[in-house]
């Protein structure tokens, strides 16, 4: 399977634990987008990476929320101190660098905080 | 208040029957509009991309169409199968990087 590729695929913690999702994009595809999104909602856009440099963040992503992408390939969304608020599924996309910007998703990590 | 706003916020039909979902946008400027659909449990999938030369798109049993003046569109699905049942997401760009995601139109196609 050649599409984007999110692990893991569910995640159930406790309040005030630290969690980590990781996201794999197409191979070819520059740009790496992160998005929330919550039950009856369209997604809400977190933050994006062009190649390792991250571009762009939210006024959602919070101290608690880190994303990287060290060498321009995956990428990891690191939560903080979960609360039960960021109960949600976490999406991640990828696109290349070009007109329309198609982005491609994964199928998600959903996350519940207990 | 979101850009873009879409209509109804569920919908039941019958299958077989014909559908159209409904999609309003403020967000200016415009560079394209998609139409995604968003099965339960999974992320969102792309069934058509517009700019604003177009006025309609089809993929499939999948017809958008797009007023780029009174800023609406439209999804249209002919003869639904079971399998039509999920999400369907109005996302309008104002440029190549940004996105704009409506709420969505959950639909359920029935027996």
């Known amino acids: ?114 | 208040k979101n850009q873009v706003e879409q209509s109804p916020q569920s919908l039941i039909i019958l299958e077989g029957k014909n559908c159209t979902l409904q999609c309003n946008y403020t967000v200016s400027p415009f560079s394209n509009l998609r139409w995604y659909k968003q099965d339960t449990g999974r992320g969102p999938v792309s069934l058509t991309i517009m700019t604003f030369s177009e006025n309609t798109k089809s993929n499939g049993r999948y017809t958008a169409t797009l007023d780029a003046d009174t800023k609406q569109s439209s999804l249209h699905i002919t003869a639904s199968q079971l399998s039509d049942s999920a999400s369907y997401i109005c996302v309008v760009s104002p440029d190549n990087n940004d996105m704009r995601f409506g709420a969505g139109t959950r639909l359920t196609v029935k027996p």
């Open chain 1, 1 to 114: 399977d050649t599409g984007v590729s999110q692990d893991p695929r569910h995640k159930i913690t406790k309040r005030g634990q630290n969690v980590t999702f990781r996201c794999d994009p197409i191979s070819e595809h520059n740009r790496l987008y992160w998005y929330r999104q919550t039950l009856g909602q369209g997604p809400e856009f977190l933050t994006y990476f062009q190649n390792e440099a991250q571009l762009e963040k939210s006024r959602l992503l919070s101290d608690r929320f880190s994303a990287e992408r060290p060498k321009g390939s995956f990428s990891t969304l690191e939560i903080q101190r979960t609360e039960q608020g960021d109960s949600a599924m976490y999406l991640c996309a990828s696109s290349q660098t070009e007109a329309y910007n198609e982005q491609f998703f994964g199928p998600g990590t959903r996350l519940t905080v207990l």
